[in-house]
C-alpha cells in the first residue's frame, strides 16, 4: 500500500527566508504526487503535481519541488517566504491507475514571522 | 478556477439527527470523493465513486453513506450523528490525475 510521510509537522521561518518540507512517500512504482496547500477553514488547493518528465517542478505562488526516485522523496520549496503563506501543506501519492485517490500525508502547519 | 461547492460550509447539530452534506461539481467530472479530516490531522478517503450509480467505501471506515444519482451532485448522509462524527468533510473531484477540492463543511455534533 502507497503511504505519505511527512516528518515535520510544525515549521516556523522568518518572512524572506527560504522554506523546504520534506515529503517522503512509499510506492512500488512511479507515483503520481501533489502538493496541496489549506488555509484556515478552506479547502485544499493544488500548488504542484508531478507525473513524469523533468524531476524539478514550478507550481504556483512562487512553489517548486523535486521529485528525487532514489530518495523516495518529493521536497517542496520556496526561495522567499511571504507572510501569506501561512497555512498547512499536505503532500499526496496518487496511483496512475486507481482512478486518482489521493493517499495524504499528515501535513505540515507553516507559520511565517515577520 | 474549481468549481466545487460544499454546503454547508459550517453545521452544529445535536446527536441523533439525520443530516446530508452537499457537494456538487460543473466541470463533468466523472470521479468524485469524499474525505474525513480531523483538525490538524491528514485527510482519509471515506468513500469514492466513479460515475453514476458507482459508490464504493474508501480507507477509513465510515458510518455515513453516499449516493451518485447525478454525475455533478454526490452527497453524504449521516443517518445518526454522533459526537465522533465531529470533523471536516471534504468533496473533491477528479478527470484525469488532478484532483480538485470544495471547501469543506465543519461538522461539530453535541
Known amino acids: 500500500a502507497q503511504s505519505v510521510t511527512q516528518p515535520d509537522i510544525h515549521i516556523t521561518v522568518s518572512e524572506g527566508a527560504s522554506l523546504e518540507l520534506r515529503c517522503n512517500y512509499s510506492y512500488g512504482a512511479t507515483p503520481y504526487l501533489f502538493w496541496y496547500v489549506q488555509s484556515p477553514g478552506q479547502g485544499l488547493q493544488l500548488l504542484l503535481k508531478?507525473?513524469?518528465?523533468?524531476?524539478l517542478v514550478q507550481g504556483i505562488k512562487g512553489f517548486e519541488a523535486e521529485f528525487k526516485r532514489s530518495q523516495s522523496s518529493f521536497n517542496l520549496r520556496k526561495p522567499s517566504v511571504h507572510w501569506s503563506d501561512a497555512a498547512e501543506y499536505f503532500c499526496?501519492?496518487?496511483?496512475?491507475?486507481?482512478?486518482?485517490?489521493?493517499?495524504f500525508g499528515g501535513g505540515t502547519r507553516l507559520m511565517v514571522k515577520p | 478556477e474549481a468549481d466545487i461547492y460544499q454546503t454547508p460550509r459550517y453545521l452544529v447539530i445535536g446527536t441523533g439527527k439525520k443530516i446530508t452534506l452537499e457537494c456538487s461539481q460543473t466541470m463533468g467530472h466523472d470521479k468524485m470523493y469524499w474525505y474525513q479530516q480531523d483538525p490538524g490531522m491528514e485527510l482519509h478517503l471515506i468513500h469514492y465513486?466513479?460515475?453514476?450509480?458507482?459508490?464504493e467505501k474508501g480507507d477509513l471506515s465510515s458510518e455515513s453513506t453516499v449516493s451518485r444519482i447525478r454525475t455533478e451532485h454526490f452527497p453524504l448522509t449521516l443517518e445518526s450523528a454522533r459526537p465522533s462524527h465531529t470533523s471536516q468533510y471534504l468533496c473533491?473531484?477528479?478527470?484525469?490525475?488532478?484532483?480538485?477540492f470544495g471547501q469543506g463543511t465543519r461538522l461539530t455534533v453535541v
Open positions: 499526496a501519492v496518487g496511483m496512475n491507475n486507481a482512478g486518482n485517490m489521493l493517499t
Open positions: 473533491a473531484s477528479s478527470r484525469g490525475s488532478e484532483a480538485f
Open positions: 465513486s466513479y460515475g453514476v450509480n458507482s459508490t
Open positions: 508531478y507525473f513524469s518528465g523533468d524531476t
